[in-house]
């Protein structure tokens, strides 16, 4: 049996913590067993910590951690990995849920002793009809095709508890997570059974605050690692290739790609100036309230 501890970061996930527990208590589990579901709630202000709270009345394995004042979501892990029992852990955002045989899927390669970190199959739950949801489906499908041929992290991966945390001021935690398991010589696994859902953003102005501080956070990385190997979604080449197979050219899809494209050259601008002229680095980053939101209507 593969025991792990379940780590959930949260801020201000009202909307969706509690589905999410329940979701992990539902879990189908035969060689995997979750021994504890550890809540980092970090600077919450509405209804997150109540609703952990009475979870965690029902269920002896839930434990809510507070940071009272919000310190960025690499903190919140530093803090779950100090404070996790098992030897494997899995880390999920607050926002995202698992299908039901996730944890078995993600977990049960670990049975070999060479893994040291997994990678679940990001789904987001946006609808294709609009330009965003057109992108970020897009997005995705691009980051599941990559991630078949060169591991890349996501919204919620799982690792051996052989690193101490990592710098509480990055913005890429999964990356950083995967270099330090790298270095000590495991192997990385993406593993596309293990599904979960998300949201990406339904607006341009959400988008440009998720994808800049992602961009600024691989910047922050090579200045603190300068020999450090960035994932391949940031292999621009290998991008573009992926992304004209994918393309349909009829218009719609032709002027929606375009637009993406476009989106994505924005994005980076802005991070670029972020960093090297604003010398701005958000770990502690601006929410995008259109990603927080995952309702069973969106699930179906």
């Known amino acids: 049996m593969l025991n792990c501890s379940m780590g959930i970061t949260a801020y201000n996930e009202e909307a969706n913590i509690g589905q999410l527990l329940e979701a992990l208590q ?34 002896k394995k839930v434990k809510l951690l507070i940071q009272e004042k919000r310190e ?43 893994i040291g970190m997994t990678s679940a199959h990001i ?13 970020v489906n897009l997005f995705w499908k691009l980051h599941h095709q990559i991630a ?10 799982a690792f051996r508890k052989v690193i101490e945390g990592i710098p509480s001021d ?12 790298k270095e000590k010589g495991y192997k990385l696994l993406y593993v596309p059974e ?14 440009l605050k ?4 992602q961009l600024i956070g691989y910047l922050h990385l090579k200045h603190l690692w300068p020999s450090a190997e960035l994932p391949e979604t940031m292999n621009n080449l290998l991008v573009l290739k992926l992304l004209l197979k994918e393309t349909k050219w009829n218009l719609r899809s ?23 002229l604003r010398k701005h680095n958000p770990y502690i980053w601006e929410i995008a309230p259109s990603t927080k939101t995952i309702t069973k209507q969106c699930l179906r």
């Open 26 to 59: 539902k879990q189908r589990l035969v060689n995997v067993s979750i021994d504890e579901i550890i809540v980092v709630a970090s600077g919450c202000t509405n209804g997150t910590v109540k609703i952990v709270k009475n979870y965690k009345m029902k269920d």
């Open 123 to 135: 789904l987001p739950v946006n609808k294709t009809e609009t330009f965003m949801g057109f992108y």
């Open 210 to 213: 998720v994808r800049r501080r």
């Open 194 to 207: 293990a599904r979960v859902r998300n949201r990406g953003p339904e607006s341009i102005t959400d988008f």
């Open 170 to 181: 990055t913005a890429t935690d999964e990356t950083w997570i995967a270099l330090l398991l």
């Open 254 to 276: 032709t002027l929606f790609t375009l637009g993406a494209v476009g989106l994505e050259l924005l994005g980076r601008i802005l991070a670029t100036y972020d960093w090297y």
């Open 72 to 114: 960025g979501k690499a903190s919140a892990i530093n803090l779950f990995i100090k404070s996790a029992k098992t030897d494997l852990l899995v880390l999920e955002c607050g926002d995202t849920l698992p299908y039901e045989d996730t944890v078995e899927h993600l977990v049960s390669p670990f049975s070999d002793s060479r």
């Open 148 to 157: 078949t041929r060169s591991f890349k992290g996501g919204e919620m991966v």
